[in-house]
């Protein structure tokens, strides 16, 4: 994936994809990402759609067929994880997802064990 953060631009590769479809990641998923890298320095991401005209138009002089969406098939594949923040009760441990964790942080939710009906409170 492309993103640009702060002033920073980067590209992302997944790895588990790469060394999955190492040669048709190459031909595909490099040209298709740097191809959105010089849409952004040419005309600006937010200022044309993210696979119009203009991002073709590169795909084109890289001679690869721009299409938008790769056809991996992503099984085996891990999803990344969600960071999980650890939270106690009378009678266990639990684990919030950043989400969560953050709202109990701004005061804005509790969570009750099911179990024991105590209200969870982060360990450590
Ligand atoms: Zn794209
Ligand atoms: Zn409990």
Redesign the pocket.
């Known amino acids: 994936m492309y993103r640009v953060r702060n002033t920073q631009r980067v590209i992302r590769y997944n790895p588990w994809i790469f060394a999955k479809y190492f040669d048709d990641s190459m031909a595909v998923t490099v040209p298709h990402e740097v191809a959105h890298y010089l849409v952004d320095c040419l005309h600006g991401l937010g200022r044309v759609r993210p696979h119009g005209v203009q991002w073709r138009g590169i795909m084109n002089a890289f001679d690869v067929e721009p299409r938008a969406t790769g056809s991996f098939d992503l099984a085996g594949i891990p999803v990344r994880r969600q960071r999980r923040f650890t939270y106690r009760?009378?009678?266990?441990t639990h684990h919030l997802v950043t989400r969560r964790h953050n709202s109990v942080q701004r005061g804005e939710a509790r969570y009750r064990?099911r179990?024991?009906?105590?209200t969870l409170t982060a360990a450590s």
Do not use: A, P
């Open positions: 009760c009378e009678c266990s064990c179990d024991c009906g105590e």
